[in-house]
Every structure is written in structure tokens, then in C-alpha cells.
Antibody
Framework: QVTLKESGPGILQPSQTLSLTCSFS??????????VGWIRQPSGKGLEWLATIGWEDVKHYNPSLKSRLTISKDTSNNQVFLKITSVDTADTGTYYC???????????WGQGVMVTVSS | DIVLTQSPALAVSLGQRATISCKTN??????????MHWYQQKPGQQPKLLIYLASNLASGIPARFSGRGSGTDFTLTIDPVEADDTATYYC?????????FGSGTKLEIK
């Protein structure tokens, strides 16, 4: 059974760095073709893909945010991390991590973690 | 980036057929597969994968849901609709990086 769960600070101030953790079970990030992605959703709005890390440690970033994003993994502890630097109010929303299937779809999602950027 | 266009809203009577469309500005086919996927998101919940690679039903999804299309035109069909299908439906392409989502179609059941 595949499960993912996000954790984060809840609230942070503009210009700070947002650090998110995705803890997962039911699959191995060291297995071929496996990946974990981060997707966010401002309240009442649509979905925006942020980054994906693959089993071979290949990383892909949304070009519109690439300079601010860092994705990494701890395979032994089944965790994936995302850092977003220099946050502002536009980064407020729900952040999801998801298991990426072979065809590039996201077949298992965490419940999401709400992040608020406010001074 | 590949842009996916969805109608914002659709209202369908209970027991009828709902057809949700997604059009892309670039072909998302590659070596015989269409890299188009569909998700359902209910308020306060995470998205759920319904259809992958245009027409494949995800695990545990009822056969009332189906997907079809190729190239730049895709549809998600729910037949018959049930009250529990009230949700926003998103398409997503994975043909090119970055993966992109449509803006979502909010389905209302009358």
C-alpha cells in the first residue's frame, strides 16, 4: 500500500526559506522508473507542478521557479525534501507530494500540507 | 510549456452523461501513447488519478469513468453521473517537461 505524507512549517514570513518533507511508504525510490513529485495549489485555484526527483537522482524543476527550488531525497529513510527560497505571499497554498508513475502521471498523492506566507 | 485548456464548469443531470474536454496546444502523443491523464479533486481533498495515458482506468476507479482522445483533443466521460461525482476534474500532460495541468472543470450534478 503506497502512502505519502507531507510536513512543513505551516506559516512563515516573506523572504524566508520554505522546507517541506514528504515521508512515504509502500515503494522504494531506489527502484527503476520511480519518482516523487511536488505539486502545489493556491487556495481555490489550480494545480502547479514544482519539481520531481527520480530513482536515479535525476531532478527536474518548473522553469518558472527553478532558481528558488531544490529537491532532494533520503532513500534510506523514504523521504523527499523540497526547499523554496525567498518565499512571498504568492507561495501560500497547499503543497502535495505524489508518486510518479512510469508514464509521468501522479498515481498516489499525499493529503497535502497547508503553507501560509504572511508577515 | 504545453498549455491545456478546459471549460471552467459543467452541469449535468443525475444519471446522465458528463463529457469533459481538454485541448492542448501541442501534440502529446509519442510512440503510440498519448501522455494525457485525468484527476478528480473533491473539496478539501487531494487529487485522485482517474485515467492515465488517455484511456487507461486507474486502479479502483469505477468503469463509469472513461477517457479517450489523441494528439491535442481529449475527453473524460462519466456515464452515468452520480451525486458523488461533484468535483473539479483536471487534465495533465506528461509528454514534455514541465508537466502541466489544465485549469480544471467544475462538475455540478443537477
Amino acid at each position: 500500500q503506497v502512502t505519502l505524507k507531507e510536513s512543513g512549517p505551516g506559516i512563515l514570513q516573506p523572504s524566508q526559506t520554505l522546507s517541506l518533507t514528504c515521508s512515504f511508504s509502500g515503494f522504494l525510490l531506489s527502484a527503476s522508473s520511480v519518482g516523487v513529485g511536488w505539486i502545489r495549489q493556491p487556495s481555490g485555484k489550480g494545480l502547479e507542478w514544482l519539481a520531481t526527483i527520480g530513482w536515479e537522482d535525476v531532478k527536474h524543476y518548473n522553469p518558472s521557479l527553478k532558481s528558488r527550488l531544490t529537491i532532494s531525497k533520503d532513500t534510506s529513510n523514504n523521504q523527499v525534501f523540497l526547499k523554496i527560497t525567498s518565499v512571498d505571499t504568492a507561495d501560500t497554498g497547499t503543497y502535495y507530494c505524489a508518486h510518479r508513475g512510469v508514464g509521468g502521471y501522479f498515481d498516489y498523492w499525499g493529503q497535502g500540507v497547508m503553507v501560509t506566507v504572511s508577515s | 510549456d504545453i498549455v491545456l485548456t478546459q471549460s471552467p464548469a459543467l452541469a449535468v443531470s443525475l444519471g446522465q452523461r458528463a463529457t469533459i474536454s481538454c485541448k492542448t496546444n501541442q501534440n502529446v502523443d509519442y510512440y503510440g501513447n498519448s501522455y494525457m491523464h485525468w484527476y478528480q479533486q473533491k473539496p478539501g481533498q487531494q487529487p485522485k488519478l482517474l485515467i492515465y495515458l488517455a484511456s487507461n482506468l486507474a486502479s479502483g476507479i469505477p468503469a463509469r469513468f472513461s477517457g479517450r482522445g489523441s494528439g491535442t483533443d481529449f475527453t473524460l466521460t462519466i456515464d452515468p453521473v452520480e451525486a458523488d461525482d461533484t468535483a473539479t476534474y483536471y487534465c495533465q500532460q506528461s509528454r514534455n517537461l514541465p508537466p502541466t495541468f489544465g485549469s480544471g472543470t467544475k462538475l455540478e450534478i443537477k
